[in-house]
């Protein structure tokens, strides 16, 4: 693989601009960022953070599947002991 060292740096500036901004918006209350334009932010921040470093996010996306059952798992055995 041929890596064209000015196109890396660039990647780099993009992604640090991206990580920049979602550490601007991590900082809102979890309130504000359950609205949509908020939440548009942070989804959009995520998706270009994962088209410039494509490798962590197959890294994570390989404990995705686990993580999301585990999380499920715990609110269905919470659900279960609540009242109907």
């Known amino acids: 693989m041929v890596l064209r060292v000015e196109a890396l740096r660039q990647?780099?500036?993009?992604?640090?601009?991206?990580?920049?901004?979602?550490?601007?918006?991590?900082?809102?209350?979890?309130?504000?960022l359950?609205?949509?334009?908020?939440?548009?932010?942070?989804?959009r921040g995520l998706q270009l953070g994962?088209?410039?470093d494509p490798v962590r996010v197959l890294d994570h996306l390989a404990d995705a599947p686990a993580d999301f059952t585990d999380f499920t798992a715990a609110i269905r055995?919470?659900?279960?002991?609540q009242p109907a």
């Open 11 to 32: 990647r780099l500036l993009k992604l640090d601009e991206v990580v920049a901004q979602l550490v601007a918006l991590s900082t809102r209350d979890r309130a504000t």
């Open 34 to 43: 359950s609205r949509l334009p908020d939440r548009w932010l942070v989804e």
């Open 50 to 52: 994962a088209e410039l």
């Open 77 to 81: 055995r919470w659900l279960d002991g």
